[in-house]
């Protein structure tokens, strides 16, 4: 028979200090040395930096999967430190004046992220619920990602078609996260 009071769960829902949680955090702090290696025109360490901002985006998902650590903190995380550093890449891309990145994609993408983060503190307010990214968010930001590689290489050109894609996914997707935090029983 088997003694149910030694079994533990690995991680409890509310655990904040996990692998995953600790590589989105560092993904958030990947900001600053992008930007600094921009503003320095390291352009080959800005874009490995990118890189491994990607790698880590998709790393803490793997790991809190397998590890059995997906956490009510780290859904909240994940996304948060995605927003952080894109914001921080394409607020300097934006302000760069040479490399024509458009501000209109700034001021859409900071609009996006208030608004969901707001709708998402509202839920958590009202059902106590935290609800993971969806599967068009992720699209999104790997999307927004390659179109930032792009700009940092100088090929605005195909970044920019990459800009408008990613415009249509993060409206979708936007649309996506405000119906569910706005009415829970909908779970997109």
Known sequence: MRDDSQETSITHPSRVITLANLLSILRAFLA???????????????????????????????????A??????GKFLDPVAD??????VVLFLSLDETRNFPLWFLIFYMIRQLTISLS??????????????NIIGKWTVGVIALAILLYIVRMENFGFYLI????????????????????PKIQS
């Open 83 to 88: 927003s952080i550093a894109i914001a921080a």
């Open 68 to 73: 059995h650590e997906v956490t009510e903190f």
């Open 120 to 133: 998402g503190i509202y839920l958590l307010n009202h059902s106590h619920m935290v609800f993971g990214s």
């Open 164 to 183: 408008l894609v990613s415009t249509v996914l993060a409206s979708v997707s936007w649309i996506q996260y405000l119906l569910r935090n706005l009415n």
């Open 32 to 66: 600053l040395p992008i930007v600094y290696s921009l503003a320095h025109d390291r352009i080959s360490l800005a874009v490995l930096l990118v890189f491994f901002a990607v790698v880590t985006d998709w790393l803490d998902g793997y790991f809190a999967r397998r």
